[in-house]
């Protein structure tokens, strides 16, 4: 690994994202999501989602989130499915 004073721009900047968004999640033990990293660390959560997923650095609020709008999801189907039938028939 190149020694961070011998980086360049983009690469320093990386760098120090990543730095940013690992002190964050373990300062918080992971328990968050990429949108509460992102708030303390100012790094767009998209960029703190990449740092996280290349790391393999997993955001235990995220998988929460991930699972209660997949819920969300199944019922809001459940849901318009009966209207979705009635408005085909019509």
């Not at 999640?25 to 767009?44: F, L």
């Amino acid at each position: 690994m190149t020694p961070f004073h011998l980086l360049g721009g983009t690469h320093r900047r990386n760098r120090i994202y990543r730095y940013m968004v690992w002190r964050s999640g373990t300062a918080a033990d992971w328990d968050c999501t990429y949108a509460d990293i992102a708030h303390e660390t100012s790094v767009d959560r998209h960029v703190v989602e990449r740092i996280c997923k290349n790391a393999g650095w997993v955001c235990r609020g995220e998988i929460e989130r991930t699972s209660e709008l997949n819920a969300r999801v199944e019922i809001d189907i459940l849901i318009a499915a009966p209207s979705a039938r009635r408005m085909a028939r019509a």
